[in-house]
């Protein structure tokens, strides 16, 4: 007890410290989004970091609500062309918005539609953008700097003495420095800096540590003649369904069952994230002529890598390959910072875009070449006998897209030089002012390569699949709203976790209710079947693939009160069966409130845990500081409490504060990569 003190007192000082300082201006409906694009992921194989990294650098610079244009909400992915038009007729209609307020008057959209909405628009339009890039940055623009400090109390074993070669470098702290300098549309100059718990903050330059183990840069102009846009430093791309460039935010399946499946071409973008991989490091341009543009990237950057150990048996170059890239971004023991910044990765690409009369039709062309500086060689095992070996790679694309009445067709069609093939086409279509339906196929060839794509798919990465995508949508007024899909795929040879073919489909229904304003019912389901290999049978592996059949529940209820209290309640449910085995089962009920008093915020949390096993772990959405993101997952048996305070200062800046803790008790080790606590308790 007298040791809980103490880690208590020492949190609070650090609170007094600086938790999360932000000197931006506070977005309300983020939480909001995050919910609702995120209320029904439980996927196992979702990549949580990559997502938020997305979602984050998607609402880094919102547009003004009065400026905004149909081609820029349709490249955010979130409305239907219905919805779109509407809110354009009546910004046409009734003039310039005087409140964000007004967007309810709107009767195409729905409550959840506007919060979707919400953190990608603000009422006062950035300041004035002259037209001339000179005058632009004379003029000043504006600061947003984030500091975030966390750590967790208890000690974990890569912190102890005994912890051996898995012992941690450096101290239990994490930070993490953002700074940008940006006038939307005219500039922006921006800064990212972080440190991941274990790592070491200290200058060595022969080991490639120079303070922050992670340094991004980026400076952007955006001009307004024929040169639309130049960055320098590190950027994203996207163009097409993202079979070749994958740089744009894609959630997925999930309770959006329309607009999440269509990719927009939305260019070039500063990365600001912290993520070691999916970005470029270099310059890009953008030129554009009308209907016509042209953009141009080169990269060269230094990536994780590991390669093969010497052998005697083999010829000497052999330990010069690569065997992997890792994808952690953690250098924490002395064997991750063996891998830090190994190998240069050189790539150079283009896109051409051409649009058609009012933005009715598109297409365009993909090209990136990539240099691996040495030859690729993943160890062989039975599921990346089809993966890329080599040190150069090609990959092209041709996509393209038409707007009729209330239907949007799309596709891309991907080639990698020497191998497969990818391509995906689909249609969403507004049957009925309210039903809409949306249509994916998508053909992905095993040996199909792309070290950038993030296009929709079953798998983590848009290979080996085959597959039909069925959503619907229907809307009854504010108060119903039921989405639905269907998805049917089969994977032609041996993945992760399966020896062979295999194939499954997922169904998902989910339905909201709002009988009130401040009340909101959700409910959803979701069922998936897809094949695994058998487990072992008394330590002998059998070769062979089991069904397995996951079914998981949520209901959600919250309620808004008066004087600036809400309280949410959660509970769901999931049961797994693999094969003929014994289905193993696990809850979770979560109860929130929050509560606004002027200035302040407060958000507090209480949920309760237990599953059989990990198949059957829960995830729970936290509410965070800002720009931070979690959906931790859950197994055993326990419960989650945490406090989230925040404080504006001013008009500027917003002070954060967070502590969360954990009670388990898991049956089995729950050791990973030094990460077991001492006992069954963690704080942060």
């Known amino acids: 007890m007298t040791s809980f003190i103490k880690k208590a ?119 004035a953008d002259t037209g001339n890039l000179r005058d632009n940055l004379k003029k000043g623009g504006t600061w947003d700097i984030l500091q975030r400090a966390a750590r967790t109390l208890e000690t974990r074993r890569g912190f102890r003495t005994d912890a051996g070669p898995a012992a941690y470098l450096g101290d239990p702290w994490q930070h993490l420095l953002l700074a940008r300098y940006a006038k939307p549309g005219a500039f922006s100059f921006g800064l990212t800096l972080s440190k991941q718990p274990g790592e070491a903050f200290l200058w060595d330059p022969q080991t490639r540590r120079l303070g922050y183990n992670h340094q991004g840069f980026h400076a952007a102009l955006y001009p307004k003649g024929r040169m639309r846009a130049l960055i320098l430093g590190d950027y994203v791309l996207q163009f097409g369904q993202g079979l070749v460039f994958g740089g744009g935010f894609q959630v997925g399946k999930g309770a959006e069952t329309i607009t999440s499946l269509r990719q927009s071409s939305k260019g070039s973008r500063p990365f600001t994230g912290t993520m070691p991989f999916g970005y470029f490091r270099g310059a890009t341009v953008t030129f554009q002529e009308k209907g016509h543009q042209l953009s141009l990237m080169a990269s060269s950057q230094k990536r994780d890598a590991r390669f093969h150990e010497p052998d005697a048996d083999t010829e000497e170059t052999f330990s010069l390959r ?250 769901q449910w999931a049961q797994f069966r693999h094969g003929n085995l014994e289905p193993s089962r696990g809850f979770a009920l979560a109860q929130d409130l929050h509560y606004r008093l002027h200035t302040w915020r407060f958000s507090a949390r209480m949920a309760l845990f237990q599953t059989d096993d990990f198949d059957t772990r829960q995830y729970l959405f936290e509410q965070q500081v800002f720009r931070a993101f979690s959906i931790p997952a859950f197994h055993g048996r326990g419960q989650r409490t945490y406090l989230l305070v925040s404080k504006r200062l001013g008009d500027r800046f917003t002070f954060y504060g967070r502590i969360a803790r954990t009670c388990t008790q898991i049956s089995g080790p729950l050791a990973v990569a030094g990460k077991k606590s001492k006992g069954t308790r963690s704080m942060t």
């Not at 609702?36 to 997305?54: G, V």
């Not at 729905?110 to 603000?122: A, K, N």
Request: contains cysteine; neutral net charge; hydrophobic residues 40%.
């Open 322 to 571: 690569i065997r992997s890239f890792p994808t952690v971004g953690r250098y924490r023991t002395a064997s991750e910072l063996a891998a830090k910044q190994q190998q240069r990765v050189m790539d150079l690409g283009g896109n051409y875009h051409y649009s058609g009369a009012k933005g009715l039709w598109e297409v365009g062309i993909n090209v990136l070449h990539t240099n691996f500086g040495q030859k690729w060689m993943p160890i062989p095992n039975r599921y990346n006998q089809q993966r890329f070996r080599g040190q150069q790679h090609t990959v092209g694309s041709l996509y393209g897209s038409l707007n009729w009445e209330n239907h949007l067709l799309f596709g891309e069609f991907a080639q990698s030089m020497g191998r497969g093939a990818a391509y995906t086409v689909g249609l969403m279509s507004a049957l009925h002012p309210q039903l809409s339906l949306s249509l994916l196929w998508r053909d992905y060839a095993p040996d199909f390569s792309s070290f950038y794509a993030a296009a929709f798919a079953e798998n983590t990465r848009p290979e080996n699949e085959k597959g039909l995508y069925v959503g619907l949508k229907y809307e009854k007024g504010r108060r119903w709203l039921l989405t639905t899909y269907a998805d049917f795929f089969s994977f032609r040879e041996a993945r992760f976790r399966a020896y062979g073919p295999g194939d499954g489909y997922e169904y998902l229904l989910r339905l909201r209710f709002s009988p009130y304003k401040t009340d909101e019912w959700i409910f959803f389901t979701r069922y998936t079947q897809k094949d695994r290999n058998a487990p072992q049978q008394e330590g002998v592996r059998l070769f062979q693939l089991w069904g397995t059949h996951r079914t998981q529940a949520v209901l959600n209820f919250s309620k808004r009160f008066q004087e600036g209290w809400e309280s949410r309640t959660r509970l």
């Open 9 to 127: 007192g020492l949190l609070l000082l650090f609170w007094a410290g600086m938790l999360t300082l932000a000197c931006a201006q506070e977005d309300p409906n983020f939480e909001r989004l995050l919910e609702n694009i995120l209320f029904s992921t439980q996927a196992e194989d979702l990549d949580l970091e990559a997502l938020q990294e997305q979602l984050l650098e998607a609402l880094s610079q919102p547009r003004g609500v009065n400026e905004i244009s149909g081609a820029e909400i349709q490249a955010l992915g979130i409305w239907t062309k219905r919805e779109i038009d509407a809110f354009l007729q009546f910004r046409e209609e009734f003039g310039p918005f005087q409140s964000l307020y007004e967007l309810q008057g709107i009767e195409a959209l729905s409550l959840e539609s506007l919060q979707l909405f919400l953190p990608f628009v603000q009422l006062q339009a950035p300041l």
